[in-house]
């Protein structure tokens, strides 16, 4: 579309008709980057939040979806640059694996328990934070 020749074309643009696409709110010149940089975003807030980078699938952040946006960078790993894993990875708890996701989840919430209560045996039906602890 006429958006994505402009985006191709920048380089034949005035200066004028750049200057009035870069002031037009929401524009960018390479939106994949800025999707991906509006993802991390949501992601380093959860994780500054919660002390971990492991949202549940469908978790929304300021509603924006960081549970899918997780899924799929871990999806797709392999066409991730170096930089962008390493950024990644620096965020607390990140785990590239979402079963190992879901039992550090777990695990975290085992040691609440045991820090509350002084020892690692809850009750059989026992739940904690939308998890079946005891089971």
């Known amino acids: 579309g006429w958006v994505s020749k402009q985006r191709q074309d920048s380089g034949l643009l005035g200066t004028e008709q750049r200057s009035r696409l870069e002031n037009l709110p929401g524009w960018s010149w390479d939106p994949r980057k800025t ?13 500054e939040r919660e002390g971990h980078a492991r949202p549940t699938v469908g978790f929304k952040e ?7 946006w997780v899924s799929k960078q871990r999806g797709g790993k392999e066409r991730l640059s170096r930089y962008r894993i390493a950024r990644l990875e620096k965020l607390p708890g990140w785990a590239w694996d979402a079963h ?6 777990n695990m975290a919430t085992l040691e609440k328990f045991v820090e509350r209560e002084g020892h690692a045996r ?14």
């Open 100 to 105: 190992q996701s879901w039992w550090e989840q």
């Open 122 to 135: 809850p009750p059989a039906r026992f739940g904690e934070n939308e998890l079946d602890l005891g089971g």
């Open 62 to 68: 300021n509603g924006y979806d960081v549970g899918r």
């Open 35 to 47: 999707q991906w940089e509006e993802g991390f975003a949501a992601l380093n807030g959860y994780a």
